[in-house]
Structure formats: C-alpha cells, structure tokens
C-alpha cells in the first residue's frame, strides 16, 4: 500500500476558500459560514442585504458581491462597508486551512511577534504553526499581513475544483509572466469565465494582489457557472491512530502505524493514571476489578478534536486477560464512529485478539478484521497488514494536496526543514560542482537573487574562494545576512583526511565567510572517523555548524555511526528517478539525517534523457510545468533536499519554482517506477 497521506476533502477545501475570502482584521463574521451552496441559495430569499457605500450599484464585481452575501459567502468589513480593494493575506490562508481541518480548538496563544492574541486570525495562525501547516518566517514573525498574487489565488480555486484538464489556451497579452505552475490554472479560469471583470486589454498581471472584488467576482462566475459542476467528493482518507497504553508497548506499535499510514496520532489518557499496583494482575487490582465490572467505564483526560474528519479510525490497546481495556469501551461510547472504517489492533505476547465485543458500540461502522502484535513487531509486518485491510484511499486530489506535508520534518511554506543539529536548512539550493571563476560567482549570485539560499561546494570543486566571493558580493547587493545563507563544503578523502584540521582551515580561509553552515566528508576513506572527529572540533569551536556525510550507505554508515560524538545532520548521495536510493533513504531518515541528492537531474551525459523521458514529460505537461522541475519536486516529495547545478539564470530560477503544485500519488508512483538502479558515477 502506498503510504497515506493526510489531506482535506476538497469538498471541504471549496467551502474553506469561501470561508477564508470572508477574513480580514475588522470584518463582520458571514453570516453562513461553512452551509451547502443549496442550503444558502434557499436562505438568501429571505437574508438582510446590506448596501455597501464602497460598491457602486454598477461596479464589474457588483452582482458578484452581492451574490456572495446573500449566500454567506463573503461578509463586509463594516456594516457599510466591503472593502472591495483589499487583498488576501496569509492570515487569511491559515484561516482557510484553519477551517478545512475543522476549526480545532486552539489554547496556545501566537508566538510570532506580528500576531495579535484574540484577533480573528489568532486561533488559526497558532494552529497552522502547531501542526506545521503554514510556519513563520526566519526572526519570529508568520507575515500575517503579506498579500496574496492573482495568479495564486486562482491555482487555489483549480486545485479545489479537482484541477480539471483544460485544453484551450488563453487570449492574454501578459501570458509569459504568469508563472508555469499557474498557467493551466489560469486557462482554466479564463475558459469558464471566472475572470470576466479582472482583466484590462486582455492583461491578467498574475503578480499582482487579488482584491476582494476580484474574489467575489470568480467565486460568483465559479459558483454559478453550470459547467463548474460540484459533485461529491470522498471524504479525504483521513485516517486516526488511537491507542491506549498503559506500559509503553502499544504506543510504539501506534507510532509506526502512523508513520506507515500517514495517520494522526491520537492517545487515549485515562484520568486517573495507571500505576503499577494498578496493573499487579496477580492481586485485586485495579485493572482487574475494571476488568470484571460490566459497568466500569474509566473515564479520558483528552479527546479527539473534529473527530467527524477521519473517516478512517484504528484503534489500538494491550489485551488484559483477553480482552480490551475497559477505557476503550469509554472512548467507543464517547464518539460516533457511524459510516467510518474501523480496525482494531491489539499489542500481547500471546493472548489472542479480541475485538468482537467491541462491535455493539458501533453497529454502523463498517469493522474490518483487527490483529494482535507484539510490541516490536516491525513495519513490514504492520505494512502488510494495513494492505490487507484495504483502507479507502484519499481521491487523487487529496492526495496531491497533501503529498508536500507527507515528510513531516519538510516545512513546505519556509521551504526549509530542521536539522538534527537545531538549525534550519533550505530544501532547494545551487549545486556548483564543475562551475568555475566568474561563471561561478555569477551563477551562485544569481541564484540567491532567486531567493536560493543554500549553496553547495566542496574543496575538490577548486571554487570555494569564487563561492566565498560570491556569497558577500550578493550580502552587500542584496541586502542579505550572513545567517540567511546556508553553505556546504566538503573535504576530500587522501591527503585532505590525513591532515584534517590543516584542510577543514583551509576551506574556511578559501571561503571566507566567518564560519561554514555544514561540512561533510566528501566520501569514505581510511582516515574518515578521525577527520570527522577534527571537524567536531571546530564545532565546538563554532566555526562549523552543523556536520555530514557525502556517498555514505547502510553499510558504510553502520561502521561509522558508533565511532564519532556527533551524529551526521545530513547524508548527501547520488539520487535520480534512474538511480532512486529507496531503500537507503528510508534507512538514512529513520536515523533522523536529512537527505541530499546531487545529481538530481541525471548528470553529466544523462540530464537530456532524463528531461526527455516520456513518463516524466507527460507528468511534467499535465502540470504545466518542466521535466525538471517535475524531478525536483518528486525529490522533495520523497524527503529529499535537491541541488541541482547550473549557469543559467533562467535554468536556476525554474529550479526554484517547486511550491506551487503537487504531484499526485499516481505521478510519485509512475516516477519511482522509472529506478534502473543505473548510477551515473563512481561515487
């Protein structure tokens, strides 16, 4: 089974743009929020329609906002007033995710210096922080106010609509500045009218900020637009893990679930803990007396926030003398599990699994066959298992929405991921390997004018000191910090090993630049341990940051782990969809290393037919976007940090634009069915 991957229904995501249009610091709250399109059209013959000074009875957009409060679409931002000009914010983003998760409830107050505790937008920016939905920038602040493109905007809307196929181009003189990811999205509007009103001799200007207006206006041509129909859609293959575990050995079956499923993660605490004595069943405990009331029901500290989101609930629990735990009766009787898929799984070292009292609680579920496993069971075993099952699977469009979130440690919206040292690491960056003198220092300004902000060298490259340049040059132009860049070196295997502390200062006088983001071990060699051990040195030191590793394996690593203090942040090694790695990143990222791939584009000789390859440019045409990029995306969608190597601005820029689509679990699985386990060198 492919591993599942939590998303939203996208039924549910239609309703949740409507919501989010309806958010800005002192709107009045809709007065729908969150009804069927039906249910709103039957109450707004009978609604109060507020007349808004600030739209003109014959503004464009004018029906459009007067559709849209009718049916509680879109609310003013006064009693008069509806802002027409204002634009869409990231507050207003988390607000929309907020309310597609099902507006969980929230006690943590916002931790980011732009935000305002109590505000409309308060709960949700705290929550979508909390769950790693959408993270603050660098510096403590989550960019609350920071406006949303025309071009985005309506990517949204498609992907909602189910990105349906579009084959008609568009009439708009501005074509080439939208962007690629955008552009199917935009045909797509514009063949169905959802743009009637925003465009000014035949111009989209895609960068600009959408208005509120605007909004109305493609919500209104959307909603009302018969060739937009709106079937019902899966509910999302939401799946929960639940589990009860008194001693600690359900939980980390309950754990690997998760992980295995993509599922949340939910523990049953009981009110009153289980102490040992509790659970001494060669005396008249506690459990035991549980056990033997028909009527004991002990009672739960927590409870499962919107459980009405997962349409898939496993429940796990130890078996006391052959049975479940009485708190799992509690937890039963507490939720409605009527129309769910239900699985129970069960952790002993022997006793059977029991399950079949437990099927009265919820007589609408539909049960499927539960297992007992024993608390180290491994996640081969739990994999085949959750197979069997047959769980229903997210639509394909929810899995692509949430293909980006599938690696928890990637925070898609920073575009970064945290490593095992504390600090952050871009997810994209510049490879140099082969570029030289000014042709480097232009490529690697180039490409942090793009916004790239890792850049990787080594000493065998021969171009630290033009990385070095290059770096400061683009700090002084750009306006940039030293701390805004992260970047790689390496040293080489031979003399640069035998002479570790002479090479690891040399590449720091070559680059520059203070201090090194991450060095690494440029590959295996007799000298590796005690070259690292220097290198941990100058982490002490803190002239390095962080450490790694470069053509490292599952051998290779075993025999290294134990011989060194600190344990390597990142492995970088060849990965391609012809060369994919896939049992060793897995390996690799269960030891809590971030991994690298160079090479991502297929090397030296190979890029061509790679970028060539019939099943990559399909994906790539049916997202309107490159082949390369298709492969850096399917990279990072893997967990895997990319930096492809190029001297083209154009190139380096398009190998930036990976955030704005996702690849479905269909284009994932047709990728990594390209391996050949073909290597494209020796390393």
């Known amino acids: 089974m492919k591993k599942r991957l939590l998303s939203f229904s996208m039924a549910v995501c239609m309703v949740c743009l ?30 109060t329609v507020s007349t808004f000074s600030d739209v003109p009875a014959g503004a464009w957009y004018a029906e459009a906002v007067n559709y849209c409060q009718q049916n509680g679409i879109m609310s003013g931002t006064s009693s008069t007033t509806f802002s027409p000009e204002a634009t869409l914010t990231r507050a207003m983003l988390a607000t929309m995710l907020h309310h597609m998760s099902g507006t969980p409830a929230v006690s943590d107050a916002p931790v980011f210096t732009d935000a305002v505790a109590g505000s409309w937008y308060s709960d949700a920016v705290s929550w979508a922080a909390k769950n790693g939905v959408i993270s603050g920038y660098g510096g403590g602040t989550f960019g609350v106010n920071d406006p949303t493109t025309r071009e985005q905007a309506v990517t949204i809307l498609w ?61 209104y041509h959307y909603l009302s637009n018969d060739a937009n129909s709106h079937p019902e859609l899966p509910a999302g293959g939401k799946l929960l893990v639940a589990y009860f575990s008194a001693t ?89 599990l009527s129309g769910k898929t239900v699985a129970t799984f069960c952790t002993s070292g022997g006793s059977g699994h029991e399950d079949a009292t437990l ?11 539960g297992r007992r496993f024993t608390g180290g069971t491994d996640r081969n075993t739990l994999e085949e298992w959750i197979s069997a099952l047959d769980l229903p699977e997210p639509s394909p469009a929810v899995a692509a929405a949430a293909s980006a979130a599938s690696k928890a440690d990637f925070n898609f919206d920073t575009k970064r991921v945290t490593l095992n040292s504390g600090y952050e690491m871009p997810i994209n960056g510049l490879g140099t390997y082969s570029l030289h003198g000014e042709t480097c220092v232009s490529s690697v300004k180039s490409a942090l004018a793009s916004g790239v902000r890792l850049i990787d060298t080594a000493s065998a490259y021969g171009n630290e000191e033009e990385v070095g340049q290059a770096v400061r040059e683009a700090i002084e132009e750009l306006g940039l910090k030293r701390e805004d860049i992260f970047v790689i070196t390496k040293i080489y295997p031979g003399s640069e090993m035998a002479n570790p502390e002479q090479s690891i200062q040399a590449c720091l006088d070559r680059l520059d630049l203070g201090y090194v983001d991450m060095m690494l071990l440029h590959h295996p060699d007799q000298n590796d341990v005690n070259a690292y051990r220097a290198m941990e040195k100058f982490v002490e030191d803190g002239k390095i940051r962080s450490l790694g590793l470069s053509n490292w394996y599952v051998e290779e690593l075993e025999e290294f782990l134990p011989q060194v203090s600190i344990t390597p942040a990142l492995v970088q090694n060849e990965i391609h969809p012809y060369y994919q790695e896939n049992d ?4 690799i990222q269960d030891l809590g ?25 399909g994906i790539a045409t049916a997202h309107g976007v490159s082949s390369a990029q298709v492969i850096l995306r399917w990279n990072l969608q893997k967990g895997v940090v990319v930096i492809p ?24 699985a047709r990728i990594n069915a390209l391996d050949r386990n073909e290597k494209h060198d020796w390393y």
């Open 18 to 47: 409507m919501a989010m249009t309806s958010c800005s610091a002192a709107e009045i709250p809709a007065a729908s929020s969150g009804v069927d399109m039906d249910s709103a059209k039957l109450k707004s013959e009978t609604r």
């Open 593 to 617: 290393i971030v991994v690298q791939g160079w090479y991502p584009l297929g090397g030296r000789g190979h890029t061509a037919e790679l970028l060539g390859d019939e099943v990559i440019s």
């Open 248 to 336: 600690g050995t359900t939980r980390t079956v309950a754990e690997k679930l998760a992980e295995t499923t993509g599922g949340d993660l939910f523990e049953i605490v009981p009110a009153q803990p289980y102490t040992s004595a509790d659970l001494n069943y060669n005396t008249d405990c506690r459990a035991n007396a549980e056990q033997n009331d028909p009527s004991a029901r002990p009672a739960i500290a927590n409870t499962v926030e919107n459980m009405g989101q997962y349409d898939t609930v496993l429940i796990g629990y130890p078996i006391w003398w052959g049975r479940a735990p009485k708190i799992i009766h509690t937890f039963l009787e507490a939720y409605d």
């Open 159 to 219: 992907r909602c609509a189910g990105e349906p196929e579009i084959t008609a181009t568009a009439d708009i003189s501005d074509l080439s500045s939208i962007s690629s990811w955008a552009r199917a999205a935009v045909y797509w509007a514009n063949a169905n009218g959802l743009l009637d009103g925003m465009m000014e001799n035949s111009r989209f200007d895609p960068k600009e900020t959408i208005k509120r207006g605007e909004v109305a206006s493609m919500l």
């Open 584 to 587: 060793v990143i897995p390996y």
């Open 359 to 369: 099927h009265d609680y919820e007589p609408n579920a539909n049960w499927l066959e």
């Open 645 to 668: 190597g190029s001297s083209n601005p154009d190139h380096i820029k398009e190998n930036t634009e990976l955030y704005d689509f996702t690849l479905t679990d269909g284009d994932m």
